[in-house]
T-cell receptor, first 114, second 112 residues
Framework: DVKVTQSSRYLVKRTGEKVFLECVQD?????MFWYRQDPGLGLRLIYF???????EKGDIPEGYSVSREKKERFSLILESASTNQTSMYLC?????????????FGPGTRLTVL | GNSVTQMEGPVTLSEEAFLTINCTYT??????LFWYVQYPGEGLQLLLK?????DKGSNKGFEATYRKETTSFHLEKGSVQVSDSAVYFC???????????FGAGTTVTVRA
């Protein structure tokens, strides 16, 4: 089975702190994604990576950056956390793009910024 | 642009009741359509999918048919169980793309 793991299930940080969320997948997938999930808004794409060191902005990249130094690992960085970044963050990976793009999700990290 | 609209919840049902969650979409071209499910405390997992018009996806007793004429992909299950309590997301991707567009999610609670 495909496994996508995220470094923390729950995280509490203070405003202004630098925050790292880590995601690892074990299926040699090319594509990795970071979403945030908010009630009533569904999932919104923050960033997408289609190869090592390659990234593209999603719908809501402001306030976030990403890093992909190894194929299996995709990090989301909040340079200076703010309270409006309190949310559930979900990482996903997939092998292909296009109409058969089944994405596999990690369990999520619930981040609270105080 | 591509977008998905699904019925608002929450939905509360008794065991063995019939479940329908409506999903309609707006997209250019011919997208693929998905239903994802999120059980409490977990990430999303693919429930079923359909990649072309008139395809029917099915899994775990759930079904959805890709209706191009009504731009819909409604999710149905004939007899729900308590274990079906979850949040259900409708999503689409267009043929050349990487980005899944999600609906807002529908919370379903099944009571014994």
């Amino acid at each position: 089975d495909v496994k996508v793991t995220q470094s923390s299930r729950y995280l509490v940080k203070r405003t202004g702190e630098k925050v790292f969320l880590e995601c690892v997948q074990d299926m040699d997938h090319e594509n990795m994604f970071w979403y945030r999930q908010d009630p009533g808004l569904g999932l919104r794409l923050i960033y997408f990576s289609y190869d090592v060191k390659m990234k593209e902005k999603g719908d809501i990249p402001e306030g976030y950056s990403v890093s992909r130094e190894k194929k299996e690992r995709f990090s989301l960085i909040l340079e200076s956390a703010s309270t409006n970044q309190t949310s559930m963050y979900l990482c996903a990976s997939s092998f292909v793009t296009g109409r058969n793009n089944e994405q596999f999700f990690g369990p999520g990290t619930r981040l609270t910024v105080l | 642009g591509n977008s998905v609209t699904q019925m608002e919840g929450p939905v509360t049902l008794s065991e063995e009741a019939f479940l329908t969650i409506n999903c309609t979409y707006t997209a250019t071209g011919y997208p693929s359509l998905f239903w994802y499910v999120q059980y409490p405390g977990e990430g999303l997992q693919l429930l079923l999918k359909a990649t072309k018009a008139d395809d029917k996806g099915s899994n775990k007793g759930f079904e959805a048919t890709y209706r191009k004429e009504t731009t819909s992909f409604h999710l149905e299950k004939g007899s729900v169980q308590v274990s079906d309590s979850a949040v259900y997301f409708c999503a689409l991707i267009w043929s050349g793309g990487y980005k899944l567009s999600f609906g807002a999610g529908t919370t379903v609670t099944v009571r014994a």
